[in-house]
């Protein structure tokens, strides 16, 4: 990973970070995407990915999210419990990510985004975000009311 990816973060405040727990920031982090992104993957995608860990590493920031999906969606995923697949990439990544600026394959195959673990697995859940696309950020003012009141009706 190219150091030009990686956000400014002072080393003590990187050491302060990967000595947190993981709970908070994955129950944050489980919310987020179940409300704008676990709705878009289709059930029997969501069966396959379920009761397996994932951990997303931001690697410069020094902040691990561990998540697992199960019957009502993402929840954080127990410390003691085995990681079936790991991503790693820095923040700027993943927020290019989440923003649908960068596709999973690009960031892959130039080594910005590294996958370990299950590869099955892995190719699985890649699939499924080329497929869903990025979350569905919620709008504001007009549009978010009019978005309302048409699933409304």
Known sequence: MSR??????????RQIATRLP???PSLVAAQALNRLWWPMVDG???KALSGRVVELCVDDLGV?????AGPQGLVPAASGQTVALRLKACAPIYW???QGRDDP???FFDRLMVMEGDTEFGLLLKNTLDAVGPP???SSGASSRSTGA???G
């Not at 030009?4 to 405040?13: A, D, E, F, I, R």
């Open 64 to 68: 691990v999210f561990r998540l697992m």
């Open 136 to 138: 569905r950020w919620p």
């Open 150 to 152: 048409h699933h409304a």
């Open 44 to 46: 029997e995608t969501q």
């Open 105 to 107: 394959d690009t960031l």
């Open 96 to 98: 290019r990510l989440l």
């Open 22 to 24: 993981s709970w908070p």
């Open 4 to 13: 030009h990816q990686s956000l400014p973060v002072p080393p003590w405040l």
